[in-house]
């Protein structure tokens, strides 16, 4: 199949203007001028997609499909109380709703041109909406215990769930990890263990870190009212816990997860010199969650200094429960906006540099580059098609201005997932849409019962 639109971005190379991209089975064949592809490929299907961006798939660098039907349940609250209202919510559903919740998740990740998930998931539902829709992802297994005598059975049902998991999933789409949940609710052994087998086994991990001022409070000095609320309600209270002196980055360096070869750490926002310094010199990759730092007032990822060091970033939505949308386009623009904002440097924050963040290097910080993140002949056919042609968006001088600028995730026209069409103009390959939104009002009913 040739694709063809006013634009291809490539991301890796220049964009092309009237440009087509020839798709055969899984790959990309050929890019260049539609001109010269239609005339070297004269019997081929075309897709013209007009006055649109084609580009690589989003990778959606952190998530929880799981948590869709949460959106906008709990809003306005800072990270602590947003978390732990979260939680007592959680526990009205059942196996069918975390099921559907994440196929609506699927749904909208598609919707959105997002191509790959690093999903974390507690109950599973995550692998199985991305082995039904066809989504290419992460899926890590959060695993969490503050109490030492039960890391042997949490780490064994973990494992359990995720051979089953690797059962289920197509091994060229899906990769299974494992997710140790959080310094106050793991116990520093669980996380020796977790990063024994990782690199024992070549396990991809991914944990949320330093992401809230009350879990650096209670890491380095003890207690925070998110600790103290959380262990109250989830157990732990009697478990003592001690200041450790320590930042969370330089606490976790001390229980061996940095020495996982491939080990993707949440929001970081509450970072300094010199934890920096310790994710750059471990290899430690970061998922950047503008939206959801920002509604949370959980901090600013200090993204130049970073990319300064070295280290792997990515854009990430966090899921729906936080930011309210899988918009990545909202991601971008906002993520930009606030960086300007804060550091306005003369090296300004570009929306090229936005949308690699988006694309190729949130597949780097997964390190599956070499397969998907750009538009590049021999690699996987990771495609998205994106309409440029509203009233709001004339004249599109610069392609990338207008997706960060002007585009947002009701845009996307098509997308493609190893060249399967799993999303065109309003349908779904294999989701029944009309299905998970009206289930998606039952389960926010029972969630406010
Ligand atoms: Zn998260």
């Known amino acids: 199949m040739l694709l063809a639109a006013r634009y291809v971005l490539p991301v890796s190379s220049?964009?092309?203007?009237?440009?087509?991209?020839?798709?055969?089975?899984?790959?990309?064949?050929?890019?260049?001028?539609?001109?010269?592809?239609?005339?070297?490929?004269?019997?081929?299907?075309v897709r013209d997609f007009g006055l649109a961006a084609l580009m690589p798939g989003f990778v959606d660098l952190h998530t929880h499909l799981e948590f869709a039907t949460m959106r906008g349940l709990v809003d306005d609250l800072p990270y602590s109380q947003w978390k732990l209202q979260l939680m007592e919510r959680e526990q009205k559903f059942d196996d069918r709703d975390w099921e559907d919740s994440a196929l609506l998740g699927a749904l909208e990740a598609l919707q959105s041109g997002i191509t790959t998930v690093a999903d974390i998931t507690d109950t599973g539902a995550s692998a199985r909406a991305v082995a039904v829709s066809?989504?290419?992802?992460?899926?890590?297994?959060?695993?969490?215990?503050?109490?030492?005598?039960?890391?042997?059975?949490?780490?064994?049902?973990?494992l359990s769930d995720m051979a089953e998991w690797r059962e289920l999933c197509d091994p060229d789409?899906?990769?299974?990890?494992?997710?140790?949940?959080s310094t106050y609710a793991c116990h520093p052994e669980l996380y020796t263990r977790v990063a024994q087998l990782a690199v024992q086994e070549g396990l991809p991990v991914s944990m949320h870190?330093?992401?809230?001022?009350?879990?650096?409070?209670f890491v380095k000095y003890g207690s925070s009212r998110l600790a103290v609320d959380f262990r109250d309600l989830y157990g732990g209270d009697q478990l003592g816990w001690l200041p450790t002196g320590v930042s969370p980055v330089q606490y976790v360096l001390q229980w061996g997860l940095f020495d996982v070869p491939n080990l993707l750490a949440v929001h970081c926002t509450q970072v300094d010199e010199s934890d920096i310094e310790v994710l750059a010199s471990n290899d430690v990759a970061v998922a950047f969650c503008p939206r959801c730092n920002a509604k949370l007032g959980m901090g600013v990822l200090p993204v130049r200094e970073m990319l300064q060091k070295g280290i792997r970033i990515g854009i990430?939505?966090?899921?729906?429960?936080?930011?309210?949308?899988l918009d990545m386009f909202d991601e971008m623009r906002i993520g930009l906006l606030i960086q300007r904002a804060v550091d306005a440097h003369e090296q300004f924050h570009i929306a090229r540099k936005f949308v690699k963040l988006a694309t190729l290097d949130a597949a780097r910080a997964l390190q599956i580059d070499d397969r998907v993140g750009s538009l590049e002949v021999g690699k996987q056919a990771d495609i998205i098609a994106v309409d440029l042609s509203h009233g709001h968006q004339a004249p599109t001088a610069y392609p990338y201005s207008t997706l960060v600028?002007?585009?947002?995730?009701?845009?996307?026209?098509?997308?493609?997932?190893?060249?399967?069409?799993?999303?065109?103009?309003?349908?779904w390959g294999s989701l029944d849409a009309t299905h998970l939104l009206a289930r998606a009002e039952e389960m926010r009913d029972k969630l406010r019962a």
């Open 14 to 45: 220049p964009h092309i203007e009237h440009g087509a991209v020839l798709v055969r089975n899984d790959e990309i064949i050929e890019i260049g001028e539609f001109d010269k592809l239609r005339e070297a490929h004269p019997n081929e299907e």
């Open 134 to 158: 066809g989504l290419r992802a992460f899926v890590y297994r959060e695993v969490a215990t503050m109490d030492k005598r039960e890391i042997d059975s949490v780490m064994e049902r973990a």
């Open 173 to 181: 789409r899906v990769t299974v990890g494992i997710a140790p949940h």
């Open 209 to 217: 870190l330093a992401g809230s001022r009350e879990e650096y409070d």
């Open 316 to 325: 990430g939505t966090d899921s729906p429960a936080s930011n309210n949308t």
């Open 405 to 427: 600028h002007t585009a947002n995730q009701e845009n996307v026209l098509f997308t493609m997932v190893a060249g399967d069409v799993l999303y065109d103009s309003g349908s």
